[in-house]
């Protein structure tokens, strides 16, 4: 049986344990507790947190997990306490601690998002917009393409095995019966969004130096035959060099993506660095 440990831990600390036909109050308060945890992360997981899967579906992983690392993470788990209160400061200390993992994990697929919006103003393909599965609002062409590239190199390279470790472990990395340490969560946070930024300009920083030079280039023709259409005659050149050279460095961009994406899931998970 899955919960058996805890049964067991239940009898030894001599507590009278109420029992039904779920299982006894140790065993759904406890499957309970991680439930919490989990389901705030997947709630906004990469991938299984994206509007485009149903919450049936998000929340029966999240319960078949917790079934089954229960028995593993059993043991950290505060008692079942006497007060509403206390189970209600207990439950939201779960949930502020797995939305704030989920948050870490989604915000760095932004950086795809927005570096396919630099890539869209540098070569004036801005204005296609494209219905982005995994926002509520659409988003540029490009940045839906590099965001569903680097959510498709996620699960081909078995990046997601470690968001179940990052699970797992996280109940070491944070304890439930300690309190939520919001000063490194903000300092890691922070540090992420910089981050971010910063991997969505190396990303597109190709195409801005094509766009600079093209553009600087399309000035002087301009300047010298101001009867020739020159907007007309640089925009389809702008579109196919552009694109051409984003395809080129697509490669690059997608191992670049995932070495810094390893790195940040390498924080949640004991033992690595």
């Known amino acids: 049986m ?9 009898a030894v600390s001599g507590q009278a344990d109420v029992t039904s036909y779920f299982g006894t109050a140790t065993q759904l308060w406890a499957v309970g507790l991680i439930l919490l945890r989990l389901a705030s992360m997947i709630m906004l997981m990469p991938g299984l947190g994206d509007q485009a899967v149903p919450a049936r579906l998000r929340i029966g992983l999240a319960l078949m997990l917790a079934l089954v690392i229960t028995p593993i993470v059993g043991n950290t788990l505060p008692p079942l306490p006497n007060s509403l209160g206390d189970m209600l400061g207990i439950a939201l200390h779960e949930i502020i601690i797995g939305l704030m993992i989920g948050t870490l ?7 795809l998002v927005i570096a396919g919006e630099i890539m869209s103003l540098q070569t004036t393909l801005s204005f296609a917009q494209t219905a982005n599965p995994a926002q509520a609002q659409p988003s540029t062409s490009l940045g839906t393409f590099l965001a569903m590239l680097g959510m498709v ?4 390279t078995n990046l997601h095995h470690l968001f179940i470790r990052a699970m797992v472990d996280s109940y070491q990395v ?10 490194d969560a903000t300092t890691l946070m922070l540090q992420t969004v910089t981050k971010t930024f910063l ?5 597109s920083a190709p195409l801005i130096a094509f766009a ?25 050149v702008s579109v196919l060099a552009g694109l051409s050279i984003m395809a080129l460095g697509l490669g690059a961009t997608g191992m670049v993506f995932i070495e810094h994406y390893e790195e940040l899931l390498a924080y949640f998970i004991k033992g690595v660095s």
């Open 2 to 10: 899955l919960l058996q440990e805890l049964a067991l831990r239940g």
């Open 105 to 111: 994990m989604r915000v760095l697929i932004f950086a």
């Open 153 to 156: 190199l996620i699960y081909a």
């Open 212 to 236: 600079l030079i093209f553009n600087i280039a399309t000035g002087f023709i301009g300047r010298m035959m101001p009867n020739f259409p020159v907007f007309f005659a640089a925009t389809p």
């Open 174 to 183: 944070f304890a439930p019966t300690r309190d939520v340490m919001v000063g």
């Open 199 to 203: 991997l969505a300009l190396q990303m």
